[in-house]
């Protein structure tokens, strides 16, 4: 199989890495790639979203498979660019294509894909700038803390959770006023859940799917969840309150209506589902869909597969996973990240990274990395997600926690509160 991974971080380094492990594996490019796919692969200097250069490498290089790691390829429809065109039509495609990625492209759409199929989530109005009245009155309706959601992709950005009402109005009228471009001209407005907060992921094939680990992710800069949101600073997998009891509900309320919804919207879905849960005394609400692999949940969720990934990507494509059997290790993984000082702001990048090699008992991915011909140097907000295992969550902890005091940069920073809320 040559196959060819679309993106940059820690989550395309780890299914790289693993992707590098199997027996099928023929070649393997990475496109653009960091330092670290570049260790079990070959990077490639493409745009992810130039659809036409990524085709012309895939013929010239016979690849056989393509993975595409972020959300806004499949968002800009990548999937549908390779599908419809009969010169790809042996190319499997990893990614929903573009009706099945506005599950992620766009909140109203996820909203009304739930409430049609009776999913569990908040309730919620949708409010553009003809009907702002009725978003006040539905802000009038809820208690306090008020959840506005930008109903486009804003890189992570588009959620506000508001404790004043006004405030919450005067930042409705300027997301309708163009906060956060496009992206916010249409907001979402939720009721607020109160629960803990966990990730269910779901590799589907369009008719059959997959459960895989659960994870647990810590978005805020800063320890005891404070500070500004980051793309995500470490992460735990399973999850252990998410027992074989809540994990049914999950699946008899949540992913057999998705699999379902999606079939009946004609979607052939192939690829990975990102489930954000809230569990609100027990009970599973849905928070967000996402149609790719989290990061850095990728990190602590794909180590733990045991199973060859080529074969489980191949049954997607192929629309057979329900003759593929799907291994996981009883250990726990968890993976923190070091980031660039300043990060989620300004942050400098091109910073030596040391200590790369003198690492023990942990699996080392590359996110903001780059390889400038004599050192390994930062190249981005997150750095290094350092992952390990153990037969729990300390175990684990503690391998990637010295391995962090290992490796050295200008400026690193990391949360040493990782998982904490999840020890036994
Ligand atoms: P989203 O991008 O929709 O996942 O929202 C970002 C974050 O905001 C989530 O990970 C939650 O922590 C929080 N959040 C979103 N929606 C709600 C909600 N209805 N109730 C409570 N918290 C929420
Ligand atoms: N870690 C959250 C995400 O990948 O969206």
Redesign the pocket.
């Given at each position: 199989m040559k196959t060819l991974i679309l993106g940059s971080g820690g989550r395309e380094h780890a299914f790289a890495w693993k992707i590098a492990q199997s027996e099928k594996s023929e070649k393997l490019y990475i496109a653009p790639g960091n330092a670290g796919t570049e260790l079990v692969g070959e990077n490639i200097d493409i745009d992810i979203n130039n659809f036409e250069a990524i085709g012309d490498f895939i013929i010239r290089n016979k690849i056989n498979m393509l993975v595409v790691g972020p959300e806004i390829p499949l968002v800009n429809g990548v999937s549908d660019y390779f599908l419809n065109n009969s010169k790809f039509e042996n190319l499997k495609i990893i990614g929903p294509n573009k009706k099945g990625a506005m599950l992620e492209g766009s909140?109203e759409f996820a909203k009304e894909f739930m409430l049609k199929n009776n999913i569990p989530t908040?309730k919620f109005i949708s409010v553009t700038k003809n009907n702002l009245d009725e978003g006040i009155k539905f802000l009038e309706s809820v208690k306090s803390?008020y959840?506005l959601?930008a109903d486009g992709l804003a890189a992570?950005k588009?959620?506000l959770?508001l404790d004043n009402k006004q405030e919450a109005i005067d930042e409705l009228n300027q997301m309708i006023n163009g906060k956060f471009g496009e992206a916010s001209q249409k907001v979402v407005i939720?009721?607020?859940?109160?629960g803990i907060?966990l990730s269910v992921f779901v590799l589907s094939d369009g008719e059959n799917y997959k459960i895989l680990p659960t994870a647990k992710d810590y978005?805020r800069i800063g320890e005891n969840d404070t500070g500004l949101?980051t793309g995500g600073m470490g992460a735990v997998s399973p999850v252990w309150f998410a027992n074989e009891d809540f994990m049914k509900k999950v699946e008899d309320r949540i992913i057999v209506p998705t699999m379902e919804g999606l079939k009946n919207d004609s979607i052939v879905y192939k690829g990975f589902i990102f489930i954000?849960l809230?569990n609100v005394n027990g009970e599973p609400f849905v928070?967000?869909y996402n149609v790719r692999m989290g990061d850095p949940e990728t990190e602590a969720v794909i180590p733990l597969i045991k199973s060859d990934l080529i074969d489980l990507l191949c049954g997607v494509a192929d629309g057979n996973l329900n003759e593929k059997n799907i291994q996981i290790s009883d250990d726990f993984c968890t993976t923190i990240m070091l980031v660039s000082g300043g990060y989620p702001e300004a942050y400098e990048k091109n910073k030596i990274i040391s200590g790369l090699d003198k690492t023990n008992d942990c699996i080392v991915f590359h996110a903001g990395t780059k390889n400038d011909g004599n050192n390994i140097i930062t190249n981005g907000g997150r750095v290094i997600s350092i992952t390990a295992f153990g037969k729990n969550i300390e175990e684990a902890l503690d391998k990637c926690y010295k391995n962090a005091e290992i490796i050295n940069f200008e400026g690193k920073n990391y949360r040493k509160d990782i998982g904490n809320d999840l020890k036994s």
């Open positions: 909140k908040a803390p959840v959601k992570g588009g959620v959770i939720e009721e607020f859940l109160s907060e978005k949101n954000g809230m928070i967000e």
